[in-house]
């Protein structure tokens, strides 16, 4: 597709950008800041967004590493979000790239400014903290969401690391919790046998855990960690702790695995005469629903950023492995999670090989990339409102189908 004098203006202006874009994105980097601790992190997009000439609010959704820029169009039209992410990982850092992902929303910003005067509605840049669900409550867009920040938004955007090049596709559902085992010392003049060691519960419900993940679908994935076991050996237990992951292509599939996750706890506990509580640790993450207009937008935004073909591919209906708190955004706004390579073929996220790559050229290369396809996704969404009546049609098909053909239970 050959570009029209905006679209010229925008990848012109981010490539004008480009250096300065990259600092920022290792800066971030360098923070390595922690879910809903990314002071440093989201001041220092609010500061370069605020150059830009957007209207910044902080504090968005009652969180304080939150934010939403937005830049105020010539002339009536949508609101379109584009999403930043910041937060590192505890041990690795930015091993998943927020830090790219935080600098492509800026530099998207930068590319729409460069044509304010012509620009049709409305584009916010909403900083969303504790996407990695290291910390409690995290899933910033969740807390966003529910506390209204994305009311009047009619389309939502957001690239992260991957590869190859491509457009957005789904992601697996998720609940994160931890599952405290109570036991007791003997009391005073008891026989030191009679007691309840908390870590048998623990251990007895992850023999039944690895029971049961014989008879559930092979899409789920059970993910399990002793956060807290004892002291000592010759010290009973009476406090043990395990956090759990479990992810499903459909969050009533999760439900329905965590259910039954309750029943082998409860049971293992019956069984050793201790207690066992379920505490959610973080926010549920909605599988995110694909947009196939969104998707065909920033295929051919990819194409017009300059990407070589043979890096590029279609949208995978295949398996996928990741989490990610935009679900709840795409089950009710049109939403694209497009990806960029990072790094070297083959690169694993959540690892040190990924911590190094996403401050490399090649990270500095996909942000660009990244800013380019959704700044150029937006102004072709804002310019043409039958790409905005599309893509609403989309979720509207895409949610009567989750309707009609709800999560796969235990008995399927």
């Not at 874009?21 to 001041?43: Q, T, V």
């Not at 290291?134 to 966003?144: D, E, L, S």
């Not at 089950?331 to 040190?352: C, E």
């Not at 937006?378 to 009567?400: E, F, I, K, N």
């Amino acid at each position: 597709m050959s570009l029209s004098a905006q679209e010229s203006a925008i990848v012109a202006a981010i490539d004008g950008q480009a250096a300065r874009l990259a600092r920022i994105s290792d800066a971030i980097h360098d923070f390595n800041e922690l879910g809903y601790e990314e002071h440093r992190s989201s001041a220092l997009l609010v500061s370069e967004l605020e150059a830009l000439g957007l209207r910044v609010t902080t504090g968005a959704g009652g969180l304080a590493t939150a934010f939403v820029a937005e830049l105020a169009g010539a002339k009536a039209g949508p609101t379109t979000a584009v999403l930043a992410e910041y937060d590192a990982l505890p041990g690795l850092g930015h091993a998943c790239g927020h830090n790219v992902i935080g600098a492509a929303a800026l530099g998207a910003a930068v590319g729409l400014a460069a044509v304010r005067g012509e620009l049709p509605g409305t584009v916010r840049i909403v900083g969303t903290p504790a996407e990695e669900g290291f910390k409690p409550n995290a899933g910033g867009k969740v807390v966003m969401f529910e506390a209204g920040v994305f009311e009047d938004v009619d389309a939502a955007m957001i690239v992260h690391p991957g590869e190859p090049f491509t457009a957005g596709g789904t992601s697996l559902a998720r609940d994160n919790f931890r599952l405290t085992f109570r036991g007791r010392r003997p009391g005073v003049g008891a026989p030191r046998w009679d007691a309840v060691d908390s870590q048998d519960g623990l251990m007895l419900t992850h023999a039944a855990i690895n029971v049961l993940r014989q008879h559930v679908p092979p899409s789920v994935v059970i993910q399990w960690l002793i956060e807290k076991g004892g002291d000592n050996p010759n010290i009973i237990p009476i406090e043990s702790v395990a956090r759990l992951y479990v992810r499903a292509p459909r969050m009533d599939t999760v439900r329905a695995i965590v259910a039954r996750i309750m029943d082998c706890a409860r049971g293992a506990a019956a069984a050793v005469g201790g207690e066992v509580e379920y505490d959610r640790h973080a926010n549920l993450y909605d599988e995110v629903v694909p947009n196939p207009t969104l998707n065909g937008l920033f295929l051919a935004a990819l194409r017009d950023a300059g990407v070589p073909e043979q890096e590029i591919a279609a949208v995978s209906p295949g398996q996928v492995t990741h989490s990610d708190d935009t679900g709840i955004i795409s089950k009710h706004i049109p939403t694209i999670s497009g990806r960029i390579i990072v790094g070297p073929p083959g690169l694993v996220l959540h690892t040190k090989e990924a911590t190094i790559a996403t401050r490399s050229p090649a990270a500095h290369r996909g942000l660009v990339v990244g800013a380019k396809c959704m700044a150029l996704t937006a102004w072709r969404l804002a310019a043409d409102p039958a790409l905005l009546a599309a893509a609403r049609a989309d979720l509207a098909a895409a949610r009567a189908d989750l309707g009609s053909h709800p999560g796969v239970g235990l008995d399927a």
